[in-house]
């Protein structure tokens, strides 16, 4: 039934006109290569360009600089080259118009008439700020005020949710309302977030800073740091610099 009505449409139904109309959510359709075939107005502003145009037949290393065009290729290969969909992958996005921001990104593969996969589809939804006066932060207040002043250990979500008198599907849940994430990633955001402010702020080793949010070793915050944000924590730093 569904192909029958898309075969009446004049032209092939993308979404790109809707999505035009959400300026939180980056949409885009890419092809086998990973190049962009459909994008909407949110992306083509967040990149400083004038038309849509400059953005078609171009893949994300060729728009974005490095190590971010890097991140975004490599999860369109993974989709690409597995059918395995990326969903609700948390990422700090830095755009060439300097737009930064925390967004949920989802990719799925899509396939022809043999199933075959011949290029995928994604959404990058902003995160929003919570409204801290609602009766939903209020429940979990405590245990955000004790996880930002404990990043260090860090405490684990059970020992949150017990600070909250929740259970931990009731702690998720309420933290879910709250921040639009599940408890894991908003305590990744949390340190993420912190580790951002030190390297801007302080001249600290990036190895007591990595002390400091929660890491054992350098290492293993530098592999989440690149993971979420799309650069090393020097890169970062250095970055910060050149636009003070």
């Not at 974005?64 to 969909?85: C, M, S, W």
């Not at 899509?110 to 801290?132: A, F, H, K, M, R």
């Not at 990633?185 to 993420?192: G, S, T």
Request: glycine share 6%.
């Amino acid at each position: 039934m569904i192909r029958t009505f898309l075969n009446q449409l004049d032209q092939p139904f993308t979404g790109e006109a809707l999505f035009d109309h959400l300026p939180d959510i980056v949409y885009f359709i890419k092809d086998a290569q990973g190049a962009y075939l459909v994008v909407n107005s949110t992306l083509q502003q967040r990149c400083g360009l004038q038309h849509k145009s400059q953005l078609l037949g171009r893949t994300p290393c060729e728009v974005f600089r490095a190590p971010l065009g890097n991140r975004f290729q490599e999860q369109d290969q993974r989709v690409l080259a597995t059918g395995k969909p990326l969903l609700s992958q948390l990422e700090l996005h830095v755009y060439p118009s300097q737009a930064v921001g925390w967004c949920l990104t989802t990719k799925l593969p899509l396939t022809n008439q043999d199933g075959e996969i011949v290029g995928l589809v994604g959404v990058s939804q902003d995160l929003q700020l919570p409204d801290y006066e609602t009766d939903e932060y209020q429940h979990v207040a405590t245990a955000i005020q004790y996880a930002e002043e404990h990043l260090s250990e860090p405490p684990s979500i059970p020992e949150l949710a017990a600070l909250a008198r929740m259970s931990r599907y009731q702690f998720d849940r309420r933290i879910r309302h709250v921040f639009g994430l599940n408890a894991s990633q908003w305590l990744l955001k949390l340190r993420i977030d912190q580790a951002q402010q030190q390297l801007h702020e302080t001249d600290d080793p990036i190895s007591a800073i990595a002390l400091d949010v929660g890491y054992a070793d350098q290492s293993a915050f530098t592999r989440q740091f690149r993971r979420t944000t799309g650069m090393t924590p020097q890169d970062y730093r250095r970055t910060g610099k050149q636009k003070s």
